[in-house]
Each structure stands twice: as structure tokens, then as C-alpha cells.
């Protein structure tokens, strides 16, 4: 059983950073919960939770990174990892981002691969668990450098001193994730598990917003097909600052 005057509240540091550790620490601290069976099972509950809190909205900035790959003479396709790709873009040709396409449309501008050159389009062909096969056109010529904006494969936390990847300010929710799950577990604690599940969804919105507010962010739309004649669109204001 666990002691209900006992709050994570006081145990939880706001604004420091917190491992695996102090995490697991924090949950079994709140609910007088000593054994190895009970560190095993709330460690694995923060990892489910870890990664549905990677997984939920607005929380791809935790997790977005760039990875590389060179394209090869002769092969239209690459293979990418990571769970999702945002852009694709060339520094060393182009100096610019590469237009996405649907498949479809790809292979109506060039069934057969004849054209080659420098790939300026790309579509998505296939997606796995932890990777993505792209097509690009033209088919490339030579071994080129390209970029890739991604979602990085979402991870466990494994050793003590790992950390979650979002703000520390925020390291508390899979405390309180934890507490619900262990919570509702036991008899008359359901109401002690609502409240750890209303924190934690709080701190989910107070993370959303954190990381999707900016004073100063300006956006413009921008057609990055027009600039090879792919597109009819103008868009009047593209050029304002």
C-alpha cells in the first residue's frame, strides 16, 4: 500500500533535470514501493510512457534531427532512417530544399528513368518501423550529398543517467504517468491515481504549448516547385521580408 500524504510533488525538483534513476526513484519513493519486482515494473511503465509522450502532438521538436546519405549513379532510390521524413534538401548543387511529390505524380513525369541529372523532386516510395525508401528525379548521375530534416526513431531510457529529450522544466510528467499506472492499480487509490492522471495531463499542455510558442516566428508561404516550372502557383508576397 502506499502512504497517501506522500506527494511527488515533494520529491520532483521543477526545472532540474531528472534521469532514469531519480525518475524511478521518485515513483517508488511516493508509493513506499521497495522491491526489485516494483523497480522493474515502473521502469518499464516510464519507458511506455516516454515514448507515448514522444509519440503525442506537437512533440516532433524533441525528437527532430538531420541525417545524410549519398545518392549513386544509376539508382533512383535511398533509404533514410528515421520514423518520418520533414525535408530533403541539397547544399552543395541546388542550395535548396528538393520538392516532395506523391509517387504517383513521379513516375507520370518519368516511368521508364530515363531522365537523369541532379534529383530536384523525391517521393516517398515505401515506410518501414524505423525507415523510409525515397525515389528521386531525376535518377542521379553521380555520388551526391543530400540532407534529411527527419523524426528520429523514438527511444527507451536504458541506463541511470539517461534523460528524457524534452525539457527538463517538463521531466515530472512520466513521474506522474507512472504514479497513475501504479496508482489504479491498488485498492481505494483510484482517486489519489485521477489526480496524478490530471497532473499529467496538464503538463502535457503546458509541454504542447511550451515548445509551439515563439514571439518572433514569421511564416510565408513558399512554392518550392515553381522554381523549376513545376508549379501554376504565384504567390504575390513570396518575396517580402
Known sequence: MCDDKRDTRRLVFFGESMTFLEIQDAVMDSLNLTSDDARERVKNTINRKYREVQSSVRMDLTRRTTVSGQTASGVSTMVVSGAK???????????????????????NMDAPQEVVGIPYIWAEANRVAESTTIELFPQPTAAN?????????????????????????????????????????????????????????????????????????????????????????????????
Open 85 to 107: 521524413i520533414f525535408d530533403v534538401y541539397d547544399k552543395d548543387n541546388l542550395k535548396t530544399t528538393l520538392g516532395q511529390v506523391s509517387l504517383t505524380q513521379l513516375r
Open 145 to 241: 550529398w543530400l540532407y534529411f530534416d527527419v523524426l528520429d526513431n523514438a527511444t527507451d531510457l536504458s541506463d541511470d543517467a539517461d534523460e528524457p529529450t524534452f525539457p527538463a522544466d517538463f521531466h515530472d510528467i512520466l513521474v506522474e504517468a507512472a504514479r497513475y499506472e501504479e496508482l489504479r492499480k491498488m485498492d481505494k487509490m483510484m482517486p489519489l491515481a485521477q489526480e496524478s492522471f490530471g497532473r499529467f495531463k496538464e503538463r502535457m499542455s503546458d509541454l504542447r504549448y511550451f515548445l509551439a510558442k515563439s514571439a518572433y516566428l514569421k511564416q510565408k508561404t513558399y512554392d518550392s516547385y515553381a522554381d523549376y516550372g513545376l508549379s501554376a502557383k504565384i504567390w504575390p508576397y513570396a518575396n517580402m521580408g
